[in-house]
């Protein structure tokens, strides 16, 4: 069978211990409550992260505590009830497993084991331990009617792992010894590499014995929808893609969704049932749970929704009632939208290049003093560009780096937020994309680095971006000054002020470089450098935060090159970490006239809306389908509130084919259309959820 993505999945991340009085289940109330929601997939614990199995297993630890075959009873139950059945199975940690075989742990430089999560874990480089795990699977998928695998905690922990097996397959794999006191960058590239490349053998041993047993699972694991991951096939064999989504990280939820849309798969986010992350037995408000299912489906996800039965005590053995109650309002609701949601296809707009090899090239970077706040650069800068996008109201995608340049050329604008190193294939396509008349946005530290960690003497890409790198400026933040004309409507006459705190709270570590523009390339900005670096230590400073501005440099802060047919705008400044601070209106006015002013995107669709509405825009035989999502908080709560957003918001499209209509396409509401300039344009009078408007193709 292939795995028939739905948009009613429960999950029961139900991690018992081995210690309590009793573990149980209602199951005929358990069972009655599933139906009424209307769900049709459930995710269900084979082995928790205690290490305890819901079922009697001859291979691995049976929670003791519990009575019959819970895991078994529940699959049974499951599938007699027509619902599609993924068993669980966290992958990496247990405490049972640390006290029968520590020498399975994983260990630090110390050879001391760690714990990741608060729980203690086993190295994945372990031939014993991945035997013992993918028999274990093996066992499940023979005795029970399941029909996939979710793995769970297929992870190494942040300070390991140097375990024997860890520094015997380092040594055959690179044929040096793991001793990393020594490591320069390249080095520790090759410890990330090495162990991306253990993950997934571990994970693909599993998959081929199950497999082997019962052809045809599904199989997805945590993970592998990430866009924090330092592997570029980590995705490969999962039917579908796979990662968190956690209130109030609503922009950080649509970030991942987009990433999972931009590799052309299914995917589900993991959502706590919770007030808090998992395992606080609480239950939030049916509207935040409908936000983040409006931000799957609009991508051609779905939301998997997590319960928990009390284990024991006086409520044992029920989830409850206001959590199903919450989970059957919520699935009424995506009920109604759920066949407008499949098999859309994004319409191009705007493709954010994104590099798995690049955030494993940051953490390698990372492992050095005088880089070590490069880390998360790359993720940062993405969720920074992904509100300027959201916020300015412009339609795009993450895509990654390998996509072939016809597709590439299907996009108004590529935007390289931050791409360390820049490979030789990637560079030939950029040039031949904007030579052919595309358009680029390049920021910052792209393609500054080399392969291998190694700081460059100049941009890899200085001809497509029109400048030649002079160096670091002594100064850890700048201002924009001197704006170009086409720049000045949009902001006041005032320097913008760059930091980049991420990188360091009163002194960032991401100093604006300096560049000096080759001939015949457009200065749009001046970085104007601040009267003194501030020393906050000796107490030699102005005011309390940052010098203010002092005198206007020679070197360009926004430039604007001409490269062939195409056009590039380069930022030699911290532009988007400077946004992401303060999410400042000027800086986001500035990125706008950047786009619509300058660039002149987007050509297909302009949306006037408050920032609170997010958008999504698919396409399919009959036209488009546009997402208007409202979730912004009402309150400085984690929690959606509902109530109606009664801003009208006007749109404006040029699809390149004629329009015969636009309405609402749940409620049937006809939105009156007029042409102008050969512009369709309507107003939506306002939105309190999720609304989703048909652009009909005549």
């Excluded at 529940?74 to 007699?80: D, F």
């Excluded at 599904?218 to 039917?239: F, I, K, R, V, Y």
């Excluded at 590529?414 to 358009?439: F, N, T, W």
Aim: net charge negative; glycine share 8%; proline share 7%.
């Amino acid at each position: 069978m292939g795995f028939d993505l739905s948009t009613r999945m429960l999950f029961c991340d139900w991690h018992m211990p081995n210690f309590l009085p009793e573990v149980t289940i209602d199951l005929d109330e358990y069972f009655e409550q599933i139906e009424r929601t209307g769900a049709d997939t459930l995710i269900f614990q084979a082995k928790t992260a205690h290490g305890g199995s819901f079922f009697p297993t001859e291979v691995g630890i049976t929670n003791p505590t519990m009575t019959g075959d819970i895991f078994g009873e529940v699959a049974g139950r499951a599938k007699a009830l027509g619902l599609q059945f993924i068993a669980y199975y966290n992958m990496v940690l247990s405490w049972a497993l640390a006290e029968l075989h520590p020498e399975w742990s994983q260990v630090d430089r110390e050879k001391r084991p760690v714990r990741m999560f608060m729980y203690p874990c086993s190295c994945m480089s372990n031939d014993e331990f991945a035997e013992y795990v993918a028999e274990h699977m093996a066992e499940a998928t023979r005795r029970y009617p399941i029909d996939g695998w979710f793995l769970d905690l297929q992870y190494f922990a942040p300070d390991a792992c140097y375990c024997d097996c860890c520094e015997a397959g380092f040594r055959e794999m690179f044929g040096y010894e793991l001793a990393p006191g020594g490591f320069d960058v390249p080095r520790w590239l090759d410890f990330y590499t090495y162990q991306a490349r253990v993950r997934e053998r571990f994970i693909r041993q599993a998959i081929e014995r199950c497999n082997a047993e019962r052809p045809g699972l599904s199989w997805s694991w945590n993970g592998c929808g990430n866009p924090a991951a330092s592997s570029p096939t980590l995705h490969e064999g999962a039917d579908y893609l796979s990662t968190e989504a956690h209130p109030p990280g609503y922009l950080h939820a649509d970030h991942r969704a987009r990433y999972c849309e931009g590799l052309g798969r299914p995917f589900t986010l993991f959502m706590p049932e919770s007030q808090g992350s998992w395992g606080d037995w609480t239950v939030t408000t049916p509207e935040t749970i409908e936000g983040l299912s409006a931000i799957a489906m609009a991508h051609g996800g779905a939301l998997n929704i997590n319960h928990v039965p009390y284990p024991c005590g006086d409520y044992g053995g029920r989830v409850p009632g206001i959590v199903w109650d919450t989970i059957t309002e919520v699935f009424d609701w995506v009920s109604e939208r759920e066949e407008l949601c499949r098999d859309r296809r994004p319409v191009p707009v705007v493709a954010c290049l994104h590099s798995a090899d690049g955030n494993r090239l940051l953490q390698a970077m990372a492992m050095q003093d005088e880089t070590a706040h490069l880390r998360a650069q790359q993720t940062a800068n993405e969720q920074a560009l992904a509100q300027l996008l959201m916020e300015t109201h412009t339609p795009w995608e993450i895509r990654p780096e390998d996509v072939p340049l016809e597709e590439l050329r299907r996009y108004e604008l590529l935007i390289v937020p931050c791409m360390p190193h820049v490979s030789e294939a990637l560079a030939d396509r950029l040039r031949d994309y904007v030579r052919g008349g595309g358009k680029l946005l390049a920021s910052y530290h792209t393609s500054l680095f080399g392969a291998r960690g190694e700081r460059l003497e100049n941009l890899a890409l200085a001809d497509l971006f029109g400048v030649d790198l002079v160096g670091d400026s002594p100064y850890s933040i700048c201002y924009l000054d001197g704006l170009d004309a086409a720049l000045r409507p949009s902001v006041p006459e005032i320097p913008l002020l760059i930091k980049d705190e991420a990188s360091g709270r009163l002194n960032p570590r991401n100093h604006p470089l300096y560049c000096r523009p080759r001939e015949g390339v457009r200065a749009l900005a001046w970085i104007m450098d601040p009267i003194i670096e501030s020393d906050f230590e000796t107490g030699h400073y102005v005011y309390h935060d940052h010098a203010p501005p002092g005198h206007r440099s020679d070197y360009p802060g926004i430039v604007l090159n001409q490269f062939g047919d195409g056009r590039v705008i380069y930022l030699p400044v911290p532009f988007l970490q400077g946004f992401a601070r303060k999410a400042g209106p000027f800086l986001r006015e500035l990125f706008r006239a950047l786009l619509a002013d300058v660039l002149g995107v987007s050509a297909k669709i302009r949306i006037e809306a408050p920032l609170s509405v997010k958008h999504a825009l698919m396409e399919d035989d009959d036209g488009w389908l546009l997402h208007l999502m409202h979730v912004q908080k009402q309150t400085d709560g984690m929690y959606l509130d509902s109530f109606h957003r009664a801003d009208p918001i006007a749109v404006r499209v040029c699809p390149g084919w004629e329009v015969a209509g636009a309405e609402d396409a749940l409620s049937g509401e006809a939105f009156d259309c007029t042409e102008v300039d050969g512009w369709a344009g309507f107003t939506v009078p306002g939105v309190t959820d999720h609304r989703i408007v048909r652009i009909a193709r005549a």
